[in-house]
């Protein structure tokens, strides 16, 4: 197996773009580990405050936050930072050509049960000028690179750099990512589904026809049986749709009026679109692809639907 610093040669990635990830790549080491530690590392349980979102922060979410922040503020090329849980972004260095927006503990809440979390990041080039938070509101489709780390039995990575996706996982001896796959493929066609079914009532009528179909099984219009998954962590759902195929939804819900979207569009959907598509997969919000949307804020919030080409087309026909 060759490790993430030899594929990134062979791919001929810029070089201060490849230090930038395989920095990234040992911050993952190092929030696996603390993962892997758990109560034994102090990293357990609820944090005394909330994140811009007024979610409440589990302490791993401010650890694993303030260590990106500390290592990423290491390397010049960095300019500026956003994350899920800061009020804005954070400017590091004023002549640094990337920005770096991350979730740092995606599925934070299957923390204390010992289920399956992770971290998404996305590297965007950086404008010229003082860094504000307008410079990070570029479309997917200027991400440089993508990827996500999965701290599960083992801890395996995602990445694109615009060359495909490329699976990885983590030796614990050597604490360096070995490459897995070179090009993952997700299959065209599927009979998983991944969505949170506990808010059924709240969808809107496009998302309620098609899962209804889905849910009729041999007997229904699609005439073929569907297995349903949820892991409530975004980062496992779509590493299990990298893996064997699928279909993951966070539809718009009237659950509450004032957010009707769950995932936001810059620290989860876009760099997991851009995973998806490179590996032959496709990603929407229902109405638009996600790589295409123009950002309004730095925390906006989207509708996210992706995986197997053909079952995605499928949903969106619902939508047409």
């Given amino acids: 197996m060759q490790s993430l610093q030899t594929a990134l040669q062979n791919q001929q990635t810029d070089p201060e773009l490849s230090q930038l990830l395989e920095l990234l790549a040992d911050i993952c080491c190092e929030i696996s580990n603390d993962v892997r530690r758990g109560a034994l590392a102090g990293v357990l349980g609820v944090a005394s405050s909330e994140n811009v979102q007024g979610e409440t922060q589990k302490k791993l979410d401010i650890i694993a936050n303030d260590l990106i922040k500390r290592r990423l503020a290491e390397l010049p090329s960095v300019k500026g930072i956003a994350s899920e849980e800061e009020d804005d972004v954070v ?184 995973l998806v598509e490179q590996a032959n997969g496709l990603a929407s919000t229902g109405y638009e692809n996600i790589l295409d949307i123009e950002p309004s804020g730095i925390h906006q919030r989207v509708a996210v639907i992706l995986g197997s080409r053909d079952e995605v087309s499928h949903c969106l026909s619902y939508h047409a």
């Avoid at 004023?94 to 923390?111: E, M």
């Avoid at 993952?184 to 179909?213: C, H, K, L």
């Fill in 91 to 274: 400017s590091l260095h004023s002549d640094g050509r990337f920005l770096v927006s991350f979730d740092p503990l995606d599925g934070s809440s299957n923390i204390d049960i010992n289920s399956l979390v992770g971290t998404i990041f996305s590297v965007l080039p950086a404008p010229e000028g003082t860094l504000t938070q307008a410079s990070f509101l570029q479309s997917g489709r200027n991400q440089l690179a993508a990827g996500y780390a999965l701290y599960g039995p083992s801890t395996l990575m995602a990445l694109s750099t615009g060359q495909g996706t490329q699976m990885y996982t983590l030796d614990p001896n050597s604490q360096t990512f070995l490459q897995l796959e070179a090009q993952v493929q997700i299959p065209a066609t599927t009979q998983e589904f991944a969505i949170n079914m506990s808010n059924q009532r709240f969808w809107q009528a496009p998302m309620q026809g098609y899962i209804n179909d889905l849910l009729e099984g041999a007997n229904g219009v699609r005439e073929k049986n569907f297995n349903m998954r949820w892991i409530a962590a975004m980062v496992g759902d779509v590493h299990r749709v990298l893996s064997r195929g699928g279909i993951f939804t966070y539809p718009a819900d009237h659950k509450n009026p004032d957010k009707p979207f769950k995932l936001r569009l810059m620290y989860e959907a876009n760099p997991m679109a851009m």
